[in-house]
């Protein structure tokens, strides 16, 4: 599995970018990968990068109906990831602030 297949695409969100000052980032991944693959992922993706810690959260889908159709969207999961002081920031964040 690659990296752009481990990442998927960064959440965006009011809660997402309150921790972007504090280098915590959130972002979609493959719902089979680990913590290890997500960490390698992004230190490959955003060079300068280094991850301190990774947690994980396995997101259900919600129930939705448009006129008589209904179902439930999918399952997704998405990581927090928090890197060290000393790294680098991932630009594409810092644009958004």
């Given amino acids: ?3 752009h297949d481990v990442i998927k695409r960064p959440i965006l969100s009011e ?17 089979h990968s680990t913590k290890l693959q997500i960490r390698a992922a992004v230190e490959e993706l955003f060079d300068g990068a280094k991850v301190e810690s990774v947690h ?5 889908g919600k129930y939705k109906r448009q ?3 209904s179902g439930y969207t999918s399952d997704y999961k998405k990581a927090i990831v928090q890197l060290t002081k000393k790294s680098k ?5 810092d644009s958004l602030n």
């Fill in 1 to 3: 599995m690659t990296a």
């Fill in 15 to 31: 809660k997402s970018l309150v921790g972007v000052e504090n280098k915590k980032y959130v972002f979609e991944v493959d719902l």
């Fill in 56 to 60: 994980t959260v396995r997101v259900s």
């Fill in 67 to 69: 006129g008589k159709n």
């Fill in 89 to 93: 920031s991932i630009t594409f964040f």
